[in-house]
């Protein structure tokens, strides 16, 4: 390990071990999170059974070369990404990412159409969360899915997502690992709605169906993600926060929370504590909404620290899944899933090295003073320092080296798709 490295790390851990934080043990930690990558960001969720273009009001602008075309080009691709992000993690599949040569429906996909992908996380160590799409299909119709108010759409739709969890139990047994599976659906109307609990009504009764079948949670765990609006459902959208959040309780389901569905003053780090003391689990979509649900990558700006702290200090880490979401097609698709997964991380790796007992001593005791003096101070704190420790042991480029390997796989792969 390079020697100037090595000794700011020294000098870092001896910084905060004065404000009682042991760094060891901080890395420990963080080694055990694990951040399920999203694939969709490689190739704009498009996905391999070629269906119909992207639709249910999400959508990716720019035009960067390479996305991948296939399985085998997405997995090389992942490859690279995890090659340049510490720890061992996890990679979100959606249902159209299916590798098979087969002509099949998504009403039709079985376990053996992801076959591939087990395979490769086996040899990857890696595991693997699941999504049924319930979007860029001639069945979502009119702006909805599964609360279609026909049955036949309803019905299609209800099969794909009981095949799905059939595929999820099998990623979660395959790799002796929970998969976590994640609904959601854009269903809703662009302007204002006559019937606002009809749709929810079949919502409700269509997810009953698709759960009633009993999954060993060892193998999968089912989450339900809200959303406040998207292109074309503004007025309205059946699965709401309030909907989301009350069949998760109500049903035993995670509920997915994603940064950017909700209205553009609230926040999911001050959801969290609120949640998680009624014992649901929860998933998130990390992501950065501008202005609106934008799905930007996701920076290191004041939201993600934030998340980041509400999981620490409330010891959230075993409870809370942590996947991202976001799509940008306006730059090297490898470096957006980098810069996202390795500010997660680092916003981790942050929140871990605060004097937690210490702060909330202080906000007991109503010192409001030492509280805002210590949470300040810590900002200029060496965690640069620990961070780039971090990256050499776990064998990834430090600091901003990363981009050269990136920018060679481009010219060496990517620019001769
Ligand atoms: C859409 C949701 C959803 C999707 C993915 C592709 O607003 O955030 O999670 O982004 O399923
Ligand atoms: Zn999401």
């Known amino acids: 390990m390079d020697k100037l490295l090595k000794r700011q790390f020294e000098e870092a851990k001896a910084i905060y071990a004065k404000i009682g934080i042991d760094v060891d043990e901080v890395l420990n930690k963080l080694a055990q999170v694990k951040i399920s990558l999203h694939c969709w960001q490689g190739d704009d969720v498009r996905g391999f059974l070629k269906s119909e273009e992207l639709s249910g009001g999400i959508s990716v602008t ?9 399985p085998l080009e997405l997995r090389k691709d992942l490859e690279k990404a995890f090659s340049l992000i510490p720890g061992k993690h996890k990679v979100n599949l959606h249902a159209i990412y299916a590798d098979t040569d087969e002509k099949v429906d998504v009403d039709q996909l079985e376990p053996k159409h992801f076959t591939p992908w087990v395979n490769w996380a086996k040899e990857q160590g890696l595991g693997l969360d699941f999504n049924p799409t319930c979007f860029s299909h001639p069945n979502f119709k009119d702006g909805f899915s599964i609360s279609h108010p026909d049955s036949s759409i309803r019905d299609f739709w209800i099969t794909h ?5 059939k595929i999820a139990a099998y ?33 409700k009764e269509a997810l009953d169906e698709v759960f009633s ?5 060892q193998y999968n765990v089912d989450a ?44 999911i780090s001050n959801k969290l504590s609120a949640i998680a003391l009624f014992d649901t689990e929860i998933l998130l979509h990390v992501s950065r909404p501008v202005r609106w649900d934008s799905d930007h990558v996701v920076i290191m700006d004041d939201e993600l620290q934030e998340i980041a702290k509400e999981l620490v200090r409330n010891n959230l880490l075993d409870k809370v899944h942590i996947g991202l979401d976001y799509f ?19 916003a981790l790796l942050r929140a871990m090295l605060e004097p937690i007992e210490m702060l909330k001593e202080a906000e007991n005791k109503a010192d409001f003073t030492t509280r805002l003096v210590l949470l300040e101070e810590m900002k200029s704190y060496p965690f640069g320092a620990v961070w780039d420790y971090y990256c050499a ?20 792969v990517l620019l001769k798709r």
Not at 161 to 165: D, G, I, L, P
Not at 177 to 193: A, L, R, Y
Not at 213 to 217: A, K, L, T, V
Request: hydrophobic share 35%; glycine share 6%; proline share 4%.
């Open 171 to 203: 990623f979660g047994k395959e790799l002796n690992q929970t998969c976590i599976t994640n609904f959601w659906f854009p269903d809703g109307f662009k302007d204002i709605p006559v019937d606002r609990m009809a749709p929810r009504k079949r919502m």
């Open 213 to 217: 079948e009993e999954i060993s949670y």
């Open 328 to 346: 940008d097609a306006s730059i090297n698709r490898i470096a957006a899933w980098v810069i996202g997964s390795r500010n997660m991380l680092k």
């Open 393 to 412: 042991t776990a064998n990834v480029p430090i600091r901003e080296s990363w981009l050269a390997d990136v920018k060679k796989y481009e010219k060496d």
């Open 224 to 267: 339900v993600e809200s959303k406040l609006f998207g292109i074309g459902s503004e007025s309205y959208v059946v699965g709401s926060h309030e909907f989301c959040l009350s069949y998760a309780l109500q049903n035993k389901k995670a509920i997915c929370l994603d940064v950017g569905h909700f209205h553009p003053t609230e926040t």
């Open 62 to 70: 720019g035009n960067y070369p390479g996305a991948a075309r296939t």
């Open 161 to 165: 997502c009981k095949a799905a969890r």
